[in-house]
């Protein structure tokens, strides 16, 4: 049904197109095609509310956008210099380069490259490994009249092994850096290399890279995790740049010849295993050459260096004691791929598998019939059942004795709770190791068991998790990853297998800082000297992740194990819900804004596909002394959550002179007095009058632009898509922009309001900015793996002021103050009230609730104009005397603390500022069932939902609040528990401040035509 209306449409438009001369007598204009094409687009392609957004974002190359972010300009240079000056330890870097037969050029442009760095102390030494061409050896010898150069010629060729052990016998720096003959670095790489050794000096310093080939064109980032030895068995990650103590390096004897191909993977697992502390630079300081005959290029150029990789890796097992073969897997061979894997035994210390169930007999022995096709052979089964009353299940649970223990348990207090169930059978349990496994999982290798206690019993590892898969075959879980989504999240959740990405998830072990619990090994005693799982705080949900940050906090690893590989139906039997009680443990427990070590911080946060972001990573070490000059553009200054919050935002960084604020705006209004007595200047630019509302935007953008350049801003902050006048004008002004927004909008809609030409624009300013902020995940309704330009920062209101109301007014006192009845019921909306709150309907609601004998129901409109109150009032009818049509007012918190209950009817609001005051106050919500917090409101837990345009529903909501006393309590007690569980005030100010340094060390390019 769907294609044949698309198709009427198409044969709509074309026969308006082919009568077009004979209607209009003339031509199509360019505005008349980019309208029809537009047309097209929105409705034939229907791919999102926000096409033009998304359209414009998915033009965008995520690495070169990157780039553009990231480059190295006159400002980093700057800051460099700053950085420099303020070292206190100054280690010299011993830059070898081994060569043989090297291209001049390219060596030339290595050379080039490590003169070019800031940091002044280095040396380079080189090593000619015989070469045959005989424009080399004169070119060298060139080299050494640069005192810091040094050079030695070997006498017969002795592969790359030997020439770079020649090389180091030529150092005498703290580090040796190693470069190859073809590569860069850029022009920052020592100096943060010198950052990385300050303090306690680490003894092996790597960094992410990228390629960039013969045009000087860049490409392939390797973002990298932090040190993570078992992906060092896995492949050479470390690669380069690669720097360590000179002294660490000649204790293990340099480079092996024999290893040549995987000689620096071979280095790097014998030097690590002496080494006291490894630092990973998560920045591209090194660009590897992509040549022809270069590794870089194809793997396939040089075959050999992965029988030496698995050499290498054996050599690390053996030497290590540990039981296990390496191999070169075909799926790795067959992509010329550097990956490796280690088998292991299917003999080792005894497992109990400890499986938890309640009814659905068809899961749990799908599940235990599975384990009988497990190859490691010293394991037993431990079934809990809490409180099965199936009559199926419970003649499966005793047939399945005693082959399999089976221990009942109950829930004391009626609910369950997962972290009891175990931490209860564990004192039962004698094994070794124990394996918390889900009875809705099902094994898919019969090596699962063996690989998982294979890197159980690595030094230094705390708890082995599991690869588990959808039924479809796409991913559940290969990792958990801190601070992904605004909290804890999956990484590469639902990837199919035939992705790119999902190939080395089936082939790289890697260590993670969270495995979930769903299939989780772990030694017994480990287990129970940190107390099991946390069952009062994490009685469902977080226990997992809680329980491997705990080992991360006693220095053990967790490890991803990809052939450990099951099938995970995903609480299939239980459901899945996170409680407002546990989030706010969770977030008071733990730092979720920390940096996960083992997710790089140029990836996006915000997207569980491993997008790359876009962000520009600062100089370590950086810090500005001086604030940051900031233009602040807030269309509107009349009174809502909006205008207030973007004030609140800038007000807190003047006060702490991070920033030094200007507010420029369209329109003036009340809280214009606000930001002057905050001391923030402002700047009106009024709309022009014109006969064309685009030429006044243009002339308008033009003013402003001229004025921007005058003033030296550093950075624009747009607040909301009516900003859009002044990004272009900060565009034209060639100054950076954060864009900021807090409402979902359709961004055709808002456009259309404008001539069409703007659309095009769109995609030019959309490119050119350097982030826009959402305040909410749930504002975008298209493929977040598109947006790299996107960071998630929540509105979140400053709770200091409302809770010192709270403490000071009572909800009497605030009755008394507007002079309301003491015992009436009131419910309270907070505007401003335009259509998009339902107003209406709200009316209807009360109506209703008026009419079915709620007489002293009392209903607040705060923030009303004249005109929507007349409307309202008149729909109203015999009841209008209950509703109340408060204009704009400074006494909201007045009006709320006095509800019974606050009304969110705004299905689009975005993290409402009167959601977060009724939280605070203690007023239950009943609310619309997007209003920007996801799954952070749950019907019935700590906020009532109604569906829109369903006036009985949202009677029914109020209903049960207000005739029930129980359910009020509940959701009070669970509101406060919601907004503990939100980031702070203080670090959505903190976020705000790192973007906008972010943006003032980028280049804006400005638009050539606007």
């Known amino acids: 049904m769907r294609r044949l209306q698309m198709l009427a449409q198409a044969f709509h438009l074309a026969r308006r197109i082919v009568t077009w001369p004979f209607r209009y007598r003339r031509l199509p204009g360019k505005q008349d095609w980019t309208r029809w094409r537009l047309w097209l687009n929105s409705h034939l392609q229907h791919r999102a509310p926000n096409l033009m957004l998304a359209q414009a974002l998915w033009k965008i190359d995520p690495y070169e956008l990157w780039l553009r972010h990231n480059a190295w300009n006159d400002k980093t240079r700057r800051a460099a210099k700053d950085i420099l000056n303020g070292l206190e330890q100054r280690p010299v870097f011993s830059v070898l380069i081994p060569v043989f037969n090297p291209p001049l050029r390219w060596l030339d442009r290595a050379i080039e490259s490590v003169r070019e760095q800031v940091y002044p102390h280095w040396e380079i030494c080189i090593a000619d490994d015989a070469s045959t061409d005989p424009g080399v050896r004169p070119y060298l010898r060139h080299l050494t009249r640069d005192p810091r150069i040094k050079v030695s010629f070997r006498d017969a060729n002795g592969h790359i092994s030997r020439a770079s052990n020649s090389a180091a016998e030529l150092a005498s720096g703290d580090y040796l850096v190693l470069l190859d003959q073809d590569d860069e670095l850029t022009p920052d790489c020592l100096l943060e290399l010198a950052c990385a050794a300050q303090g306690d000096p680490p003894d092996v310093i790597y960094s992410d890279e990228d390629k960039i080939d013969a045009q000087g064109m860049r490409r392939d980032p390797h973002f990298k995790p932090d040190w993570s030895p078992e992906l060092l068995l896995a492949c050479n990650y470390l690669c380069h740049v690669f720097a360590m103590r000179r002294e660490l390096f000649e204790s293990v004897g340099g480079f092996r010849a024999g290893f040549e191909g995987a000689q620096d993977h071979d280095l790097a697992l014998r030097v690590t295993e002496r080494a006291l502390h490894v630092a990973h630079v998560p920045r591209v300081l090194y660009h590897w050459r992509t040549l022809p005959s270069s590794t870089a290029s194809s793997g396939g150029a040089k075959t050999y260096a992965y029988d030496a990789g698995t050499r290498a890796i054996q050599d690390a097992l053996n030497r290590r004691g540990f039981a ?521 609601a009360g109506s209703q609730l008026l009419q079915d004998g709620m007489h002293d129901l009392r209903i607040h409109f705060v923030g009303c104009d004249d005109r929507q109150a007349r409307r309202l009032r008149r729909a109203a009818g015999k009841f209008a005397g209950n509703f109340s049509f408060v204009p704009e007012t400074d006494e909201a918190l007045t009006y709320l603390r006095a509800s019974d209950v606050f009304a969110q009817t705004a299905a689009k609001a975005s993290c409402s500022r009167g959601v977060q005051e009724a939280f605070a106050l203690g007023v239950p919500v009943v609310t619309a069932p997007y209003c920007g917090f996801g799954s952070f409101l749950l019907d019935g837990v700590n906020a009532m939902r109604w569906e829109p345009e369903k006036p009985a529903a949202l009677a029914t909501a109020i209903r049960r609040v207000l005739e029930d006393s129980a359910l009020m309590d509940r959701l009070r007690d669970q509101g406060r528990r919601t907004l503990d569980a939100l980031p702070t005030f203080a670090e959505t100010v903190g976020e705000y401040h790192q973007l906008l340094q972010e943006a003032a060390l980028c280049d804006s390019p400005a638009l050539s035509t606007f």
């Open 324 to 844: 296990g073969r390496a191999t070169w897997p075909d799926k790795c061979r067959a992509r010329l791929y550097g990956g490796y894997q280690v088998d292991f035994p299917d003999v080792g210390p005894s497992v109990t598998i400890v499986i938890p169930t309640k009814n659905r007999v068809d899961m749990l022995k799908r599940c235990i019939d599975s384990l009988h096709k497990t190859t490691y052979r010293n394991f037993k089964v431990l079934v809990i059942d809490n409180e099965s009353d199936d009559p199926e299940t419970l003649r499966y649970l005793d047939d399945i004795q005693p082959k399999h223990k089976v221990v009942r348990q109950t829930n004391p207090d009626g609910r369950f709770n997962y972290a009891r169930l175990h931490n209860q059978v564990v004192p039962q349990i004698d094994s070794e190791y124990l394996l918390l496994l889900n009875n809705d999982t099902e094994v898919v290798r019969p090596e699962w068991l063996s690989q998982m206690m294979g890197y159980a019993m690595m030094p230094g590892v705390g708890a082995v998790g599991a690869r588990l898969l959808y039924p479809d075959g796409s991913a559940q879980h290969v990792g958990v990853v801190m601070g992904l989504g605004g909290m804890v999240g999956h990484i590469r959740k639902h990837r199919k297998p035939a992705d790119p990405i999902s190939f080395r998830d089936e082939v790289l072990a890697a260590n993670y800082n969270v495995v979930t619990a769903a299939c989780l090994l772990v030694r017994r005693s480990l287990y129970q000297e940190l107390g099991g799982l946390d069952e009062t705080k994490f009685g469902v949900a977080y226990n997992d992740v809680d329980f491997c940050l705990k080992l991360s906090r006693r220095g053990l690893r967790c490890v991803y194990a990809p052939r450990a590989e099951l099938i995970h139906y995903e609480s299939i039997s239980r459901g899945a819900t996170v409680q407002p009680h546990e989030l706010q443990a969770f977030r008071t427990t733990w730092i979720v804004s920390e940096p996960d070590p083992y997710y790089n911080p140029n990836l996006s946060p915000h997207c569980d596909f491993q997008q790359l972001g876009t962000r520009r990573q600062l100089p370590t070490r950086y810090r500005r002394n001086d604030p940051l000059k900031v233009a602040v553009a807030i269309p509107s200054l009349g009174c809502n959550g909006a205008a207030f919050g973007a004030i609140e935002w800038a007000e807190s960084l003047r006060r702490d002179h991070r920033v030094e604020p200007t507010i420029l705006t369209f329109q003036s209004g009340s809280l214009a007095a606000h930001c002057e007595n905050a001391g923030l200047s402002i700047k009106r630019f009024p709309m022009l009058a014109e006969k064309s509302r685009k030429t006044a935007i243009d002339r308008l953008a033009h003013k402003m632009a001229d004025w921007c350049r005058q003033q030296r801003f550093e950075v624009l902050w747009a607040h909301g898509l009516d900003a859009f006048p002044a990004v272009a004008a900060a565009h034209e002004a060639q100054i950076p922009v954060l864009w900021t927004l807090r409402q979902p909008v359709d961004w055709n809609a808002w456009f259309r309001q404008h001539q069409p030409a703007y659309l095009e624009k769109l995609h030019d300013l959309i490119q050119n900015v350097y982030q826009l902020v959402a305040t909410s995940y749930e504002m975008f309704h298209f493929d977040l793996e598109k947006l790299v330009l996107l960071s998630v920062i929540p509105a979140v209101r400053p709770r200091d002021e409302v809770e010192a109301f709270a403490a000071a007014v009572s909800p009497t006192e605030a009755r008394r103050r507007l002079g309301l009845p003491e015992h009436g019921r009131i419910v309270t909306l907070l505007g401003p009230i335009d259509d998009s709150r339902r107003p209406m309907e709200v009316i209807r």
